[in-house]
C-alpha cells in the first residue's frame, strides 16, 4: 500500500501530492506546521496517537500568528488525521505532518490578500537522536527573538535558525546544537527543549526566553512531578549552568527524551545518563504506547486489526 496524503481536501497518494514552484509559502516560510507521533504497539495491534488534540491546539495558534484561516475544526483535523494513518496501512511508529501555508502562487512579501491550504503527511523517521547520550555544542548563531518570528508557533520560516546551528555543530563533531538567547542564556536546541537536574530538581528556559512551548516538555513536566514528585522550576538557565548540571537532556516529538553527556566538551555530571534521565524515559516510552491509565486525555487509539478508532475527551473519536 502506498503512502498516502491530505491534500486540497481529500486523501490521494503521497507522490500525486504537488505544489506549484510558485507557491508563497516556498519562497518566504509563510506556514506553520506540527509534528505528532503515532506510536506502534505491536501487542495490542494498535496505534496510540500522542496528543493529537494539544498538537493540532499548537497549530491553530500558529495559523492565527500568521493570519491562516482554516477550513477545519479542532475535532476535524483529529479526525483526518486518523483517517489518514489508517489508510496509510503502516505497522510502525510514525511521523504525522499536518502543515498550514499560503498557497496562492505568487510573489510578494506579505501575509494579507493570499489563499490558504493545508495538509497531512504521513510518514517513517529514524532516530533523531541517541538515546545514549548526545554531544552537543552551544551555537554561534542566536535564537530568534519573539519580537522577531514569534517563537511560540512552529512556523517555518523560524526553522532556518535551527537549521543553521544544527549543520554546525554537526559539521564540527557534534550531534546536536543548543541556542542562546540573545542575552546569552540557554534557550533550546535545534528542535527540542532543554532540560537540566539541579540540586535534584529540573530546571528548564522559560516561555519568555524564545522557547517553543513543546508537548513532549509539558509531558515531562507532569511525569515528573506526577510520578516522581520531582519540581520543575522554569527560569532563565546560565550556559555555565549547562556545564555545571547534575544531567541534562533535550525532548521532542522526533526526540523523545534524549540525554545530554556532553556539552562543549565538557561531560555533563559523571558523562553518562543520569538516574532522574532514565526513570523519565522509562516512563515517557510507557506513557506514549497508551499504558498509562492515569493520562487517557492524551491518547487516540486505532486498531487496524479491528478497524476501530478510540480516543479519550477527543470529540468525535470514540468507537
Request: some cysteine; glycine content about 8%.
Amino acid at each position: 500500500m502506498p503512502p498516502y496524503a491530505f491534500f486540497h481536501k481529500q486523501f490521494m497518494p503521497l507522490s500525486e501530492a504537488k505544489i506549484g514552484i510558485l507557491t508563497h509559502a516556498l519562497h518566504y516560510g509563510t506556514a506553520c506546521f506540527d509534528g505528532i507521533r503515532g506510536n506502534w504497539d505491536g501487542e495490542q495491534e494498535r496505534f496510540c496517537l500522542f496528543r493529537v488534540e494539544d498538537h493540532y491546539k499548537r497549530l491553530l495558534d500558529g495559523c492565527r500568528l500568521l493570519k491562516i484561516k482554516l477550513p477545519y475544526s479542532l475535532d476535524e483535523l483529529c479526525q483526518l488525521t486518523i483517517e489518514l494513518v489508517k489508510r496509510s496501512g503502516y505497522r510502525e511508529d510514525v511521523y504525522i505532518r499536518p502543515l498550514a501555508y499560503k498557497s496562492s502562487e505568487t510573489i510578494g512579501v506579505r501575509l494579507h490578500d493570499l489563499e490558504d491550504d493545508f495538509l497531512i503527511i504521513v510518514t517513517t523517521l529514524p532516530a533523531y537522536l541517541s538515546n545514549r547520550g548526545a554531544r552537543c555544542r552551544t551555537s554561534s548563531w542566536r535564537r530568534v527573538d519573539d519580537t522577531m518570528i514569534p517563537a511560540r508557533g512552529k512556523i517555518c520560516g523560524i526553522y532556518v535558525n535551527s537549521a543553521l546551528a544544527k549543520t554546525e555543530a554537526w559539521e564540527d563533531g557534534f550531534d546536536e546544537a543548543i541556542l542562546l538567547t540573545h542575552d546569552g542564556h540557554a534557550a533550546e536546541g535545534s528542535g527540542e527543549n532543554i532540560f537540566i537536574v539541579s540540586n535534584g530538581k529540573l530546571v528548564t528556559p522559560s516561555p519568555s526566553d524564545n522557547i517553543l512551548l513543546g508537548i513532549t516538555r509539558d509531558t515531562v513536566i507532569k511525569l515528573a512531578k506526577n510520578e516522581l514528585g520531582i519540581d520543575t522550576v522554569e527560569r532563565q538557565v546560565d550556559r555555565s549552568e549547562l556545564y555545571l548540571a547534575e544531567e541534562c537532556f533535550l525532548t521532542g516529538t522526533a526526540a523523545h527524551i534524549a540525554p545530554v553527556v556532553e556539552i562543549d566538551h565538557r561531560a555533563i555530571g559523571t558523562g553518562g545518563i543520569g538516574p532522574i534521565t532514565m526513570k523519565l524515559q522509562k516512563l515517557f516510552a510507557e506513557v506514549i504506547l497508551g499504558r498509562n491509565p492515569k493520562y487517557s486525555e492524551w491518547y487516540a487509539f486505532l486498531s487496524l486489526t479491528l478497524n476501530l478508532i478510540q480516543g479519550s475527551e477527543v470529540k468525535g473519536l470514540k468507537g
